[in-house]
């Protein structure tokens, strides 16, 4: 059974371009960067971020809820999936996994990284359970 | 040699044999008559097959001990009941494991022109996936993507294409006239089958082109009509050069052409990379047009019921299928299409194009459709546990999992009028918005004056949509001058945020807006010693009524709301998720000798319906204006404009016997949903109801939906007296305490 854990880390909607230049700076191999959206990002492992732009909210975030899955317990996740997960790598994909609202950070395995499931905590007991 | 029962009499079979196969052998039908294509094109073998009905026994290998029962002549199958039927329960479906596979090309059908498409595709350096219901793969639909799903008999596959070839060939035309429903009639292709499996045929006669391997007698001309006799055929009449002849026979053998398998084709969206080949995408000759004769075998639609439908108007294939059926049953037009062309071709002079087809193309369990289909989620609190561990009654509200109450919610109560209590409200809809254009935003989309509003006040608003009726309730927190803090009702968050979102984007306004309803918790502490409670764990300078402020609480950061829905002093405490549990333990163990206790539900209803506070959905309708639930106090008409304002303008002077009233009956209150009665006519319901404990009778809101709005009703029998909300603390004194 999959362990979801809480995600601790940053959460920043703010204007597309400076979410891509946000996107685009080099960080270290532990931070990752999620894109759920044009203006919407979610950071983990950064202890500081800088973001461009007055308006822009930035605050922490704890409502998520994930799992670092292995190259066989990422295989049984795309069990659940009724979408074709793209090729490419690394790529956030959102979607229904099991019937529930979740996102995949899907990387190369090639490079020693490993995917990750996450969802809103509000879900995770179900999203578990159905993938038990 | 291995046997198989047929409606409860063992038939012997051969290794290789179908069900219908076997059935043949035995010198039977496997239905009660009618050609059969041995092909899985037809109708005319279905039966029930180890408890499942209209399964093709013509596909169906025969296996030891496989039970089969014909399906009754007329009607549909029965309906089994499970083996220990409990009306409480549902049984437990089957478990039927879907299996999600990528590919590059999918070809259906292993024929010719399926083994030339493959070998095209594998010379162009591509994966490709044959699929032949001869394999164990049966497709029965193509779906947007282009998704291919096969039943297998070990499971659903849906194979994920990025390009899809349909070459499953070309169906036999079946004959239609007087007498085509008799046993004793099969397709060429059939009958070379039944002769290879060494079937005897009898004396067979041929009518069209002949089988190939089949021994039978020619007979040249076109088929007039099929001869009875002891219940099968027992001659064919056809016509040649203006002459009718008769030819006894044991089997009529049909060579009458050949139609498109083409019902996957015809199912796949025209945008999706799906093509078809082969015989698959031939354009056959049609039959002659029916003059007699059952054309739909499988709801048994005659050429009398086609010309009833057409001389009643119905002249469009679509419409013609409708109205008759043809074409809606287990063979999904395979057999009558070609029929029903032909049919509307010689009365309008055109050729109609076969209809649209859908999912699935052969009959399916419900199990199997259902396969791998989630029910909807529901989600839960981070106090989910805590609420469990306290003995709640958890039922489903607005798509959370909530507590209705913790076994005795009069003393939740009593909590809540007399002590402090603790409600968990992490289910509302929380959205932080920010930017140069966010008062404009709001002034826009909401009745209610919002510049005005100072940072660290708030203010309860409506929203309404362009019609003025309410669609969603909740507060406005200004943070800053820039930056708000919106929050919505439990199941309206979700439409809200798309609202405000989609309202960002047509006017073109400059805000970021983040939805935090999942990601913050939040505890109401409500209740006369709420304030008490919260100095106890840190929270010493309290936002008066309807302010807010951020401040840490048992030392977890909180955005500490001030306002009050259940009519005592309420702080919202919006907090982290992921620290919820460790502030609501440190409330209810710093309140115990307070009496703290949670509430539920059941008991917040009946708290805010004493104050006649609305719930958006419960009390108020689709089309409930202010004016109607008396909640004009919340709309600001002088404002230059606001969604819903010009609609509220216009009917403001229009009268209107819709209103939302307060009422109160002796004794207990009566069910939600009440007919409301005046002298004897139904005026209106009762949307709420509850028994005060304090008031010591029920009270109710409800509509009256007629004028003269009466003073007195009647609802359960007993008469009831028409109220002004609120019945409790009209002043609302408690609530700023």
Not at chain 1, 44 to 72: P, Q, R
Not at chain 2, 63 to 86: D, S, Y
Not at chain 2, 468 to 488: A, N, P, Q, W, Y
Not at chain 2, 687 to 697: D, K, M, Y
Request: net charge negative; proline share 7%.
């Amino acid at each position: 059974m999959l362990a979801l854990e809480t995600l601790h880390g940053t959460r920043i909607v703010a204007a597309p371009e400076a979410l891509d230049a946000l996107d685009a700076a080099t960080w270290s191999t532990s931070v990752t960067v999620l894109r759920f959206a044009p203006d919407d990002v979610f950071v983990l492992g950064a202890e500081t971020i800088s973001i461009s732009g007055e308006y822009a909210i930035v605050e922490a975030e704890s409502g998520f809820v994930g799992c670092w899955l292995t190259d066989e317990q990422l295989a049984h996740v795309a069990e659940h999936i009724d979408w074709p997960l793209p090729v490419e790598r690394p790529v956030l994909v959102q979607g229904f996994v099991a019937g529930v609202p979740a996102k995949i950070w899907l990387t190369s395995s090639a490079t020693g990284e490993r995917s990750l499931l996450l969802c809103a905590a509000p879900y995770a007991c179900e999203l578990t359970e159905r993938l038990a | 040699m291995s046997r198989i029962v047929v409606d409860g009499r063992t038939i012997p079979y051969e290794s290789g044999d179908s069900v219908a196969m076997a059935v043949l052998r035995a010198g039977e039908h496997p239905h009660h008559g009618g050609a059969l294509c041995l092909a899985g094109d037809c109708p005319n073998c279905v039966c029930e097959v180890d408890g499942i009905a209209y399964v093709r026994t013509c596909q169906t290998p025969a296996k030891p001990g496989l039970v089969v029962r014909r399906h009754p002549e007329v009607g549909a199958p029965e309906i089994r009941e499970p083996a220990q039927p409990n009306v409480a329960r549902s049984p437990a479906a089957a478990h039927i494991e879907v299996r999600r596979i990528e590919t590059d090309v999918v070809v259906i059908g292993a024929g010719e022109s399926g083994r030339i498409a493959e070998a095209e595709a594998v010379a162009a350096g591509r994966a490709v996936t044959v699929l032949d219901s001869a394999d164990g793969n049966e497709v029965v639909a193509i779906y947007g993507g282009p998704t291919v799903i096969v039943r297998r008999p070990d499971a659903m596959v849906h194979y994920n294409a990025n390009e899809v070839v349909v070459a499953t060939g070309a169906a036999e035309i079946q004959p239609v006239c007087p007498g085509n429903t008799l046993i004793g009639i099969v397709t060429a292709r059939a009958a070379d089958q039944m002769h290879t499996a060494g079937v005897d045929l009898g004396v067979a006669v041929a009518v069209g082109t002949p089988p190939q391997t089949a021994p039978c007698m020619a007979v040249p001309g076109s088929l007039v009509r099929i001869v009875e006799a002891d219940g099968k055929l027992s001659a064919v009449v056809v016509s040649h050069d203006g002459n009718e002849t008769t030819t006894p026979c044991d089997t009529l053998i049909v060579g009458l052409g050949f139609a498109p398998r083409d019902v996957l084709s015809r199912m796949a969206a025209p945008h999706l990379p799906v093509r078809t080949v082969g015989q698959a995408a031939e354009r056959f000759a049609l039959p002659p047009c029916p003059t007699a004769g059952i054309v739909c075998p499988c709801s048994k639609i005659g050429v009398d019921d086609l010309d009833g439908v057409w001389d009643r108007g119905f002249r469009e294939l679509e419409l013609v299928k409708r109205a008759s059926l043809t074409g809606t049953g287990t063979c999904q037009g395979s057999v009558c299409v070609p029929h029903l062309r032909a049919f509307i071709a010689e009365r309008s002079g055109a050729i109609p194009e076969p209809f649209t087809a859908r999912p699935a193309t052969r009959q399916i369990t419900l199990a199997e459709a259902a396969a791998d289909v989630h029910t909807d989620v529901f989600r839960r609190s981070p106090l989910h546990d805590e609420h469990l561990a306290l003995g709640a009654q958890l039922d489903r509200f607005g798509g959370w999992w909530r507590p209705w109450n913790y076994g005795d919610h009069v003393a939740e109560y009593w909590a809540v009028r007399e002590a402090v209590s603790l409600g968990d409200v992490s289910t509302l809809g929380k959205l932080v918005l920010s930017g140069p254009d966010v008062v404009e935003l709001l002034e826009r989309l909401y009745p209610t004056t919002v510049a005005d509003i100072k940072p660290g006040r708030s203010r309860y608003v409506l929203l309404l949509n362009e019609r003025g009726h309410l669609i969603d309730d909740g507060m406005i927190c200004r943070e800053t001058d820039s930056k708000f803090v919106l929050t919505f009702t439990s199941g309206g968050a979700a439409n809200a945020e798309m609202w405000v979102r989609d309202w960002i984007e047509t006017w073109g306004l400059r805000v970021h807006v983040l939805d935090q309803t999942m990601s913050l918790a939040a505890i109401n502490v409500t209740g006369p010693l709420a304030g008490e409670l919260l100095q106890r764990v840190g929270l010493a300078d309290q936002p008066s009524f309807l302010h807010h402020v951020h401040a840490t609480v048992a030392g977890v950061a909180c955005h500490v709301m001030r306002l009050s829905f259940t009519g005592e002093a309420s702080f919202e405490l919006h907090h982290p998720a992921d620290r919820s549990a460790e502030l609501w333990r440190a409330l209810m163990a710093s309140g115990r000798d307070l009496g703290v206790k949670p509430h539920g539900l059941q008991a917040l209803f009946g708290l805010r319906l004493e104050k006649g506070h609305v719930i958006v959905g419960m009390d108020s309708e689709m089309d409930s204006t202010p004016r109607r639930l008396n909640m004009d106090w919340a709309v600001k008409m002088d404002k230059p404009d606001f969604l819903g304002r010009s609609a509220l303008a216009r009917t403001a002077d229009l009268p209107d016997e819709r209103r939302l009233f307060g009422f109160t009956v002796e004794g207990a209150a009566p069910t939600e949903g009440s007919p409301i009665f005046s002298d004897g006519a139904i005026v209106g319901h009762v949307a709420s109801s509850f028994t005060s404990p304090l008031l010591g009778h029920g009270i109710m809101l409800g509509w009256l939906k007629h004028t003269p709005w009466p003073e007195q009703v009647q609802i359960d029998g007993r008469t009831a007296t028409v109220a002004r909300p609120p019945f409790y603390d009209p002043e609302g004194l408690r609530a700023r305490a």
